[in-house]
C-alpha cells in the first residue's frame, strides 16, 4: 500500500489528524509568521496546518468507508496543544513548532486509531508519535538560532481548537494541499 508508482485515483494517500479549527489556524499563521518569514524555504499553506496522528500512505479507495467509521469511533477528550518552540530537523528540512509537552490523551487516541487501522492491512510507523506542527519545508539553510513563537493572540478553549480528521493529501504543482474527507469533535 505504499508503494508510490501504485497511486491512482482509487488509492489516494491519506493520514488521520488533529484538524485546527479555523480560528486557532488563525492563531497559528500569527504566532509564527515572523519565525516562518526569516526561514529560506517553501512556507506551508495556512490551510494546511495540522498534527498527524497515524499516517496511513496510499490506500485503497474501498477502505476509507471504513476509515471513517474508525474515525467516528475514535472518541476521546479535546486535545490542546500549546506551542511553545520552533525547531530545525536536518534529515526532512523542515521547521517545526513544538508543544510544550505531549498531551495524554493525544497518545491514547493515536494508540486507539492504529489498533482499529491496523487490521485493516495498514502498517502502522515504528517511531512514537511525537506531536509538531510543520511550518516550512524544503528550508534550504538552517534557520538563525533564537527562532521564537510569539505570544500571538489568546487560543480559544480547546474543544474549540483541534478536531479529529482524515485527510487526503492532494498533490498539484504548486505543492501538497489537505483535504479533510470527514472530521469529528473530540470530546463528545
Known amino acids: 500500500m505504499n508503494d508510490p508508482g501504485a497511486r491512482g485515483p482509487d488509492t489516494p494517500r491519506l493520514f488521520f489528524a488533529l484538524w485546527p479549527s479555523d480560528r486557532e489556524r488563525g492563531a497559528l499563521a500569527i504566532a509564527t509568521g515572523a519565525a516562518v518569514a526569516q526561514v529560506d524555504g517553501q512556507a506551508v499553506p495556512v490551510g494546511n496546518l495540522h498534527v498527524t496522528l497515524a499516517f496511513l500512505g496510499l490506500v485503497p479507495g474501498e477502505t476509507i468507508a471504513r476509515l ?28 517545526v513548532a513544538i508543544p510544550t509537552c505531549t498531551p495524554v490523551e493525544g ?3 493515536v494508540e486507539r486509531l492504529w489498533q482499529r487501522i491496523e487490521p485493516l492491512g495498514i502498517e502502522r510507523e515504528k517511531r512514537p508519535w511525537h506531536p509538531h506542527l510543520t511550518l516550512v519545508r524544503r528550508v534550504r539553510h538552517p534557520p538563525p538560532e533564537g527562532l521564537r513563537i510569539s505570544a500571538g493572540p489568546p487560543s480559544p478553549p480547546a474543544a474549540d481548537r483541534y478536531g479529529l480528521a482524515l485527510v487526503e493529501s492532494i498533490t498539484h504543482a504548486s505543492g501538497a494541499r489537505y483535504k479533510p474527507i470527514a472530521e469529528w469533535r473530540l470530546g463528545g
Open 68 to 95: 471513517i467509521e474508525i474515525g467516528g469511533q475514535a472518541d476521546g477528550a479535546p486535545i490542546g496543544l500549546e506551542f511553545e518552540r520552533l525547531e530545525y530537523w536536518s534529515r526532512p528540512k523542515v521547521l
Open 107 to 109: 497518545v491514547e487516541l
